[in-house]
């Protein structure tokens, strides 16, 4: 691969490596009239123009003043999926809950019934315009979490869509199983059934050993599991070699988090109803903690507190949640303006939460989310004088160019 010269960058914001917490994430360093040199797809070099290599003999991009951000990482969505749920949106419009529509036999099933209807194909088909959309936003990378399929069989279809999405198009995809997501219908008061099927140890072997996922999830809430039951889903995971995650605290508090801290899991998402005990507990288990202010905003119910996060010291990450019912927002950059204004974010903090520390939030911040020397030169380069400018202007997308492993893979005409 031939070296590439960035030139022209108006502000470099050199992110360092996740995770980062607390003051840190404030203090991020920016380089005005920077350039940075790619080499073998990784970043080699960056510093101000003036400084740059003189033996330099690879091309030369524009940055054409603007400003460079280590890509953006999508640290939690539940792509691939199918068919939509806007009936539900309009109801909560009108008064009903997320909570009382799942209890009503809507929610979560409703996308089981449209993804076990699709073939893999048909989700794949479905998915592509997304993370077109996405990257187009400058996202670099996405997990992606399985969850609709609810049964064996259509679990494994959904991991596969992400294994064949991942070939289609630029966006790297990190795959999370998420089997314990809802208890499909024809489970009905038989929970435990349920679980020992969707985490039966030759499933969970196959899974890892294909590497069909990374990761393993449970939606750990009222009206969803509970802490045992997801203790018991996550060590058979942990046995398998996949790392735990959990759906924590979203809808009510129960423990979730304390769980996540107690199984050290690499992240804890959510978190609307945080307590104190669980603030401890994933600061004591290294639990990077993922708030999802496009769901608080698109539910409409009260976001999560990430100022105390931050004030305890837990590296936070942003994400949107991408899914058909609670949080239908692509824009991982209109979530980071949400969390700005209405989390009172500063730029520099929801720049941190969307790129080292997501980064952590998917075990990988070891090579991606950050402005460092060997890192993959994953860079989103936005029409914008610094990330103040960006932020300023929700709802507009900045994008002017996406570099993914040293490639131009996306390029505003
Ligand atoms: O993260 N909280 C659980 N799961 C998703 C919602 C999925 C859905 O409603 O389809 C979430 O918000
Ligand atoms: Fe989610």
């Not at 009222?222 to 046995?239: E, I, Y």
Request: with cysteine; charged share 20%.
């Amino acid at each position: 691969m031939k070296s590439l010269m960035l030139t022209d960058i108006g502000s470099l914001a050199v992110v360092p490596r996740g995770p980062i917490s607390g003051r840190r994430m404030a203090e991020i360093e920016f380089i005005r009239n920077a350039a940075l040199v790619i080499d073998g797809g990784r970043i080699a070099w960056f510093g101000r123009a003036q400084e740059q290599p003189g033996s330099f003999a690879g091309q030369r991009l524009s940055a054409r003043g603007g400003t460079v951000l280590p890509g953006l990482i999508d640290c939690h969505t539940h792509i691939p999926f199918c068919g939509d749920r806007r009936g539900e949106f309009v109801r909560r419009i009108a008064g009903e809950s997320y909570l009382s529509i799942m209890q009503a036999g809507g929610g979560i099933r409703v996308t089981t019934n449209a993804v076990r209807a699709a073939s893999l194909d048909g989700l794949v088909e479905a998915s592509l315009p997304r993370l077109a959309r996405m990257l187009a936003l400058g996202v670099t990378t996405v997990e992606c979490k399985s969850g609709y399929g609810l049964s064996p069989e259509h679990e494994l279809k959904q991991l596969r869509a992400v294994r064949e999405l991942a070939a289609r198009q630029p966006i790297e995809l990190i795959p999370t199983y998420l089997g314990a997501h809802a208890l499909p219908a024809e489970f009905e008061n038989r929970a435990a059934d349920f679980l020992a099927a969707i985490a039966d140890a030759g499933l969970l072997k196959q899974i890892a050993d294909e590497r069909l996922a990374r990761f393993i999830d449970v939606f750990c809430d009222r009206g969803a599991f509970d802490v045992q039951q997801a203790r018991r889903v996550l060590l058979a995971g942990a046995n398998a070699g996949l790392k735990a995650k959990v759906h924590a605290d979203e809808l009510a508090q129960i423990g979730a988090s304390r769980l996540a801290g107690e199984l050290r899991a690499v992240s804890a998402d959510h978190l609307e109803t945080i307590d104190e005990d669980g603030l401890e507990s994933l600061k004591s288990g290294g639990v990077v903690a993922v708030v999802l202010p496009g769901t608080s905003f698109f539910l409409g119910i009260h976001h999560a507190d990430a100022r105390r996060i931050m004030n305890a010291d837990v590296p936070l990450a942003l994400a949107t949640d991408c899914n058909p019912g609670s949080s239908h927002i692509e824009s991982l950059p209109l979530v980071l303006n949400i969390a700005c204004c209405q989390l009172r974010l500063r730029p520099s903090e929801a720049l941190a939460a969307a790129t080292a520390n997501a980064a952590a939030a998917i075990d990988a911040a070891d090579r991606i989310g950050a402005i460092a020397i060997g890192h993959q030169a994953d860079l989103t380069v936005l029409d914008a004088v610094d990330i103040d400018d960006w932020m300023y202007s929700p709802g507009r997308n900045r994008t002017a160019m996406v570099i993914k492993s040293g490639r131009v893979v996306f390029s505003q005409t």
